[in-house]
């Protein structure tokens, strides 16, 4: 920990922690049979890699592209 800390590593884990968290989602995997619920995977302190949201809205789709497309071309006020 203190290695990480004195070169600035956003999550303190070695190597071997990843791979054993790595080995015990396989072994999970493994172990499920058909008909119990998803083993769900160890979790990691970093932010999943997989999802590419940005932000958080509660528009539309349609609207939220409308107000994107007012900012860009410098619309800041709705009618």
Not at 6 to 19: A, K, L, N, T, Y
Not at 28 to 53: I, V
Not at 62 to 72: F, P
């Amino acid at each position: 920990m203190l290695f990480a800390a004195q070169h600035g590593w956003d999550f303190p884990v070695s190597r071997e922690w990843i791979q054993n968290a790595d080995s015990m989602d396989q072994f999970a995997a493994a172990q499920w049979t058909k008909g119990s619920p998803r083993p769900r995977p160890y979790p990691r302190p970093w932010p999943d890699a997989n999802t590419n949201r940005l932000g958080k809205t509660n528009l539309a789709p349609a609207a939220a592209r409308e107000v994107l497309r007012r900012n860009r071309e410098g619309l800041t006020h709705v009618d």
